[in-house]
């Protein structure tokens, strides 16, 4: 039967302590975002056989400042650059036998409002309606047309060397997904259908995705529906990993909870990635934060817990049923 692999985050400088931390939580794999520093193929090297010789899988590893670049998504100055350091940094992954790295179109990064609380714990808070107000972050409004042109644009510069190194690209969608402009930028990724078009620009497989249960149901309704999305894009071959996370309400104001207490049954969530027979890695996204000095591994920890119970629960009833 196949299942999916727990995966958690780490340090690109993660020590011998903070692997077996992950491995007595449980979980299968690990990924990380590294430093522009840590680009190179022979720290790459060193990283892979760090996390395997803890016995865990590297499974996917970004690189935050061209991950997220403004440059690339705005047709900024440098945006060949940048993007001749993407295609680098692709290669040396593919040779270092890591096969997936991820991507947002997210110019001015993720948006939060004032922080909020949940069961006492400090997490994240977006209210809609005092983003839309706040000033535009690059001088200037951007349409919709134009940040599709410049999506295309680098699909048709990355995608061929995705293909050639055997590395696959995961994008996340916006966070939050709105068809609302923020700081006078449009959102590229807030639908399925945003999803889809994505897909056909790009034209191979290379291009996969990221499916954030947090994002999907921040959009709500008008993401679409996330346990029938689940079902199509898994058909397509198009999820790469999964974010696991819940929250209180769709936008236009939610907090992040924690997986037991959101406006979702994270267990159907589970029970269908199951039911399909996803393989990749579901991974624990944010969480709220503990208090004290319990914050350092309390959330993880208790989070991880909580999605190892999900998933032992959805084996046993899809067992039951095969028998």
């Avoid at 107000?133 to 060397?161: C, L, Q, S």
């Avoid at 997904?177 to 620009?201: M, N, Q, V």
């Avoid at 034209?203 to 994002?215: D, H, N, R």
């Avoid at 008008?222 to 894009?233: C, E, Q």
Wanted: glycine letters at 8%.
């Amino acid at each position: 039967m196949s299942k999916p692999k727990l995966s958690m985050h780490i340090r690109p400088e993660a020590n011998a302590e903070e692997l077996l931390f992950a491995r007595q939580l449980g979980v299968d794999a690990v990924y990380t975002w590294i430093k522009p520093e840590q680009r190179t193929y022979i720290a790459l090297v060193d990283l892979r056989r760090r996390v395997e010789d803890a016995g865990l899988e590297l499974y996917n590893v970004g690189s935050y400042d061209i991950a997220k670049s403004d440059k690339i998504h705005l047709a900024l100055p440098g945006r060949d650059e940048v993007i001749t350091t993407f295609q680098d940094f692709v290669r040396d992954l593919g040779r270092a036998g890591i096969h997936v790295t991820t991507f947002t179109w997210e110019p001015t990064q993720v948006w939060s409002s004032e922080p909020g609380e949940i069961r006492g714990a400090k997490t994240r808070r977006v209210d809609l309606h005092e983003m839309v107000r706040r000033p535009f972050t690059h001088r200037r409004e951007y349409g919709e047309d134009e940040i599709w042109e410049n999506f295309a644009y680098f699909m048709k510069r990355i995608i061929p060397v995705a293909e050639e190194a055997g590395v696959r690209l995961a994008l996340h969608p916006n966070d939050p997904p709105t068809h609302e402009k923020l700081g006078g930028i449009p959102c590229l990724i807030h639908s399925f259908e945003d999803y889809r078009r994505a897909f056909e620009i790009a034209g191979s497989p290379a291009l996969g995705m990221e499916f954030c249960t947090g994002c999907w149901l921040e959009g709500g309704g008008g993401f679409g529906n996330m346990l029938d999305a689940i079902r199509t894009f898994y058909a397509d071959d198009r999820i790469l990993l999964v974010h696991f996370r819940n929250i209180t309400s769709p936008l236009p104001v939610f907090l992040e909870t924690f997986l037991d207490n959101g406006y979702m049954d994270m267990y159907q969530v589970m029970k269908t990635f199951y039911d399909v027979g996803y393989a990749n890695t579901i991974t624990l996204d944010h969480t709220p934060q503990f208090a004290g000095d319990y914050a350092k591994g309390a959330g993880t920890a208790y989070a991880i817990g909580y999605m190892r119970a999900l998933m032992q629960r959805a084996e046993a009833e899809l067992e039951g049923e095969t028998e």
